[in-house]
Every structure is written in C-alpha cells, then in structure tokens.
C-alpha cells in the first residue's frame, strides 16, 4: 500500500481565517479523496481529486469554502476557507490502491485534526 | 442508494478473548467490496480486511476473520485472540467499482486487560 503523509497533523485556528492541509503520497496515484470526520462521527467524503482536472465535490461541499488542488500525480491540498467551529473535525485524505488487487481499496493519510475557536 | 450499517456503537471484550462485531448493508448490485477499517485513538484509519462479493470464501488476516453471507447482506468481523492494542473505532466500509466508497457509523471496541 502506499504511504501517505498529511500535514499539519494538527491545529488550532481562529474563525474566520483558512488553512491548507497538504497530502503527499509516496506513489503516484490516479485519484486522491479528501474526507471529513466530525468528532464521533464516520467519514463524510468532501470531494474525488484527479490531476488535471477540476476535484469532484459531494453534496453539501462546494469549492468555495473547500478550494482542492492537485498538481501532479503524488500532490493535493485541501484548504479550509473562511473557517468557523463547525468545521472543527478530522480531515484525512485517501488513495486508491495501486495494485491489480488493490484498486478497489482506499488507504488513508494520518488525517489533521482541526479546532477552530 | 447504498447503505452500511453498524447496530453496535460500543463493545468490550477481555484481554485474550473473542469478539464479532456486526455489519449490515443495503444494494441492489451483485458485485461490489467490503472492507473493515480500524481507526485507533492515533485516528489514522486503518485497512484491516477486505471481500471481495463475487469470492465466496471468507477472508482471514491473522487475528481477523469476517463471516460474509451475501443473501443475507451481512458482513460481521471476528477478532480472536484480542489484545489491547485492538481498542479503536471500527469502520465498515462498501464500495462498487469506480463508486464512492459508503462507511458506516462505526463501533468502539475496547480491549479490557
């Protein structure tokens, strides 16, 4: 499986500013996912990020407040924009697995934790 | 549309002992994957087992075995032999081909010593 790093791997914000939370893989990858997990809450998938084109948001996620880049094939940022405490949660990006018997499976960075205040 | 469910929000097992968590799901595909994450207080999430629907055979990893009966949409994980370092949040997980992946609620085990 692939190693993925996240960073920061924490946070604490003030409201109303924006962070950008960076994903590194050690592979290059077709599709990366950016997630959130509210505090004891599962996954809620924000949007799908495929290089070079625009990510795929999910409902209730738009790009204005949850702007993705995705450079090349190892990269992508997620930032937070304009944040408030209910953004406060666990953001964790994901890949899909490489090998032939493995393209079916996401496996996941360390995931920020973010507080905002 | 697809759905997971997981009707136990919290288990405890001894030290040494067994343990099945439960794991339901709801799709009208014939062909899909299943997969059992844990996410330990560290959060990283990790992949414990993965089915594939079309395998009938059930997969084992070590310690880790499910019991998948596809009539019935059900897909529960055995940990035998638990440990402490087993204590975490447990995710089951669906997916289709080329589709989202839909996680459940998830199950906090713990491991008492």
């Known amino acids: 499986s692939a190693v993925i790093s996240q960073k920061p791997s924490r946070d604490i914000c003030q409201r109303g500013t924006s962070l950008t939370i960076q994903c590194q893989v050690d592979?290059?990858?077709?599709?990366m996912f950016w997630y959130r997990q509210q505090p004891g809450q599962s996954l809620t998938l924000i949007a799908t990020a495929n290089q070079g084109s625009e990510a795929t948001y999910e409902s209730g996620f738009v790009i204005d407040k949850f702007p993705i880049s995705r450079p090349n094939l190892t990269f992508s940022t997620l930032t937070v924009s304009n944040m408030s405490p209910e953004d406060s949660s666990i953001y964790l990006c994901?890949?899909?697995?490489?090998?032939?018997?493995?393209?079916?499976?996401?496996?996941f960075g360390p995931g920020t934790r973010l507080t905002v205040l | 549309a697809q759905t997971v469910t997981q009707s136990q929000p919290e288990m405890s097992v001894q030290e040494a002992e067994t343990v099945t968590l439960s794991c339901t799901y709801d799709t009208s595909e014939s062909n899909y994957y299943l997969f059992w994450y844990k996410q330990p207080p560290s959060r990283q999430m990790i992949l414990v087992i993965r089915?594939?629907?079309?395998?009938?055979q059930n997969a084992t990893e070590n310690r880790f075995s499910v019991n998948f009966q596809k009539a019935a949409k059900s897909f529960s994980l055995k940990i035998s032999d638990s440990q402490l370092g087993d204590t975490a949040m447990y995710f089951c997980a669906f997916t289709i081909y080329g589709q989202n992946f839909v996680f459940g609620p998830g199950t906090r085990l713990s491991v008492l010593p």
């Open positions: 089915q594939e629907a079309y395998k009938q």
């Open positions: 994901s890949v899909e697995g490489t090998s032939r018997s493995s393209t079916d499976t996401q496996y």
């Open positions: 592979s290059q990858v077709t599709m």
